[in-house]
């Protein structure tokens, strides 16, 4: 209970997912930046809630898969067109 008090009054926007890219929980922030309803993208996948990315060019399909398969955390920098912001 108290980690999700934390991460849902956090200033950033964050989301989890499970090991199939399914969203399993979102803050408020992200439903503020996204610009999407908890309750529309929690079961959804990634690539469901964001389908401009589901295509293996995309730097997100890239690091994301890099993520899940290697089990260690990834930075990168990327531009998101339909949010206009970095």
Do not use: C
């Amino acid at each position: 209970r108290e980690i999700e008090n934390v991460l849902e009054n956090m200033a950033d926007s964050f989301f989890a997912l499970d090991s199939q890219f399914n969203i399993t929980h979102v803050n408020t922030k992200f439903e503020i930046v996204a610009h999407m309803r908890r309750e529309d993208v929690i079961g959804k996948s990634l690539w469901e809630a964001f389908p401009g990315e589901r295509h293996p060019q995309s730097l997100y399909w890239i690091n994301y898969h890099k993520v899940m398969s290697e089990r260690r955390p990834a930075h990168f920098v990327e531009f998101y067109k339909p949010l206009q912001m970095w």
